[in-house]
């Protein structure tokens, strides 16, 4: 039997998972947190790394590693290969005037065309949580920082160097879908725009051809081998990916197909043949881990808005289920809207949470359960209704995510999503996603093993 690993590293933890190469039969799996906040040094993501892959009896019998991270967090190194400043994540909303100053630049100063552009040329418009906008804020707010910078990378992009026991800059590498997150790649000729970082760091294009930007490997190329001073020096490492593109890779959706994942974040993503273009800037035209593209909207808000409702009641999530479920659908009026971190689908970073239609008759545990349930629901719908009207068709939908166990969630995502709701058994699908690519790549085949 051949083993394989796959890594996600998120926002909340690293997961890990051992699988066959061959059925895809999972054979090990562990968890560690990562700190709470917007910004985080990378070093947190390293040790968290380090405990899973330790929990689940190390590497030796690992014949590939693949890892799968969270999209768009600026880590910035030094030409010592050391980190600037902690990474800057895609939920630190800081970087909102900066994006809106980059579409207006590319417009000169419309917005509607400085968005008509920047979804032509990268398939992004930039909004707070994209990497190009927090170079920017960075460039403006901690010029000291910007101009030590000798690379840039993304936390899946550093995981594999770091895996890997190099320290030459030269040596790190990414894949297509993390890359188009970046706002500086164009997925369609797969080339980076220099002249779209130097924009953003507010130098000339000759000023940053110098900057390491990760090589970009195909879906199914090796990025080398593990660390031999750790003793992983024959576990061959794969591109990794976005955990979005890792997702879709999980779940072996094919184009035409699309998921709903309630995690931090709240996506909906479906894989597309072709590229969109939204100059609205709410649907980016990823790409993903297997050479199509991921057509994605992304909400700021996911189950911590059930989180949120949950604390407020005093209760569990079973609880939560129990007292949603018994409530009128409506909750009698009672109707939140959880930007209760901003929001970036649609882009309002700067929004808050409302509660609305509070009557004596509504003001009941159950009725403020069932907004809750709802509230996060509508946004989904809200999402999901931005991708559809680029003429993705939507008709089915992968229900995943932590937020997914909700009983209440699972029993009102069919109506208020007006959709037919498929509900996988629960998983780690951006790492299962990430070990069916090293297993692509052990295999050397021309589409990724066909796990069942």
Known sequence: MTTVAGIDSSTQSCKIVLRDADSGSLLASATAPHPDGTEVDPEHWWQACRQVVAEVGGLSEVAALSVGGQQHGLICLDEDGRVIRPALLWNDTRSAPAAAELVAELGDGDEASGRAVWARVTGVVPVASITIAKARWLADHEPEHARRIAAIC??????????????????????????????????????YRRDLLARALRREESEVADIVLPRVLSPAEAAGHGDPAQGWGHVVLGPGCGDNAGAALGLGLQPGQTFVSLGTSGVVASVSAQPVNDPSGLVPSFADATGAFLPLACTLNGSRVLDATATLLGVDHDELSRLALAAEPGAAGLVLLPYLEGERT??????TGTLT???????????LARAGVEGLLRLMRTAMDAVGHLGVPIERVSLIGGGARSEAVRALAPSMLAVDVDVPEPGEYVADGAARQAAWVLAGTDSPPDWP
């Not at 239609?357 to 009725?367: C, E, V, Y």
């Open 357 to 367: 239609g509070l009557t004596l008759g509504s003001m009941t545990r159950d009725n």
């Open 154 to 191: 993304l936390p899946h992009d550093w995981l594999t160097w770091r895996l890997s026991g190099s320290t030459d800059l030269a040596d790190l590498v990414t894949d297509r879908s993390d890359a188009s997150g970046t706002g500086w790649f164009d997925p369609v000729t797969n080339r």
């Open 346 to 351: 649609p882009n309002l970073p700067d929004a």
